[in-house]
T-cell receptor, first 115, second 112 residues
């Protein structure tokens, strides 16, 4: 499986500010995803990061709040914009090789606390 | 500390016993299923997967059972060890692509 890293690993931010989270993979992957995991809860898919085109967002998530970049096959960023305390969560990226129903592997997560 | 798992159902087992973690999935059309283990402070780690053309798959100390009739998935861990303590999530993948939907999770606590 691919080795996935995320930066930062954790951060404490003030409301109204924005934070960009980076996800780096050690090999080229077709598919990259961003998830949110709110305290004590399961994972919810935010969007699929598409290389060379706009991300595909799930219901309840919008580009203005969570802009995503995917400049190449090994890197993606997720920005959490105009943060509020409700955005305090773990943000996880995952990757899949790209075949049909390939297993997704997850990064270590970014733990965000908004004050 | 990590807040993952604080409000999830908890299964408490004695070290050395077998553990069974259950999951009800939602989409009868889902045809690929994955179990993940999430330890405190870490991302979910792949444990085992199963496709809908199977009803049982075994790994090292783990077995996944799939009952499509009642949309039920279970993860069996043999000879549970303290290192198995974590939150376990099932995930389903419908045939439309690679989008995973995660179950609510179960926290496994292993008593020495």
């Amino acid at each position: 499986s691919a080795v996935i890293s995320q930066k930062p690993s954790r951060d404490i931010c003030q409301r109204g500010t924005s934070l960009t989270i980076q996800c780096q993979v050690d090999s080229q992957v077709t598919m990259m995803f961003w998830y949110r995991q709110q305290p004590g809860q399961s994972l919810t898919l935010i969007a699929t990061a598409n290389q060379g085109s706009e991300a595909t967002y799930e219901s309840g998530f919008v580009i203005d709040k969570f802009p995503i970049s995917r400049p190449n096959l090994t890197f993606s960023t997720l920005t959490v914009s105009n943060m509020s305390p409700e955005d305090s969560s773990i943000y996880l990226c995952s990757v899949a090789a790209g075949g049909y129903q390939e297993t997704q592997y997850f990064g270590p997560g970014t733990r965000l606390l908004v004050l | 500390g990590e807040s993952v798992g604080l409000h999830l159902p908890t299964l408490s087992v004695q070290e050395g016993d077998n553990s069974i973690i259950n999951c009800a999935y939602s989409n009868s059309a889902s045809d690929y299923f994955i179990w993940y283990k999430q330890e405190s402070g870490k991302g979910p780690q792949f444990i085992i997967d199963i496709r809908s053309n199977m009803d049982k798959r075994q790994g090292q100390r783990v077995t996944v059972l799939l009952n499509k009739t009642v949309k039920h998935l279970s993860l069996q861990i043999a000879a549970t060890q303290p290192g198995d303590s974590a939150v376990y999530f099932c995930a389903e993948n419908p045939p439309s692509g690679n989008m995973l939907t995660f179950g609510g999770g179960t926290r496994l606590m292993v008593k020495p």
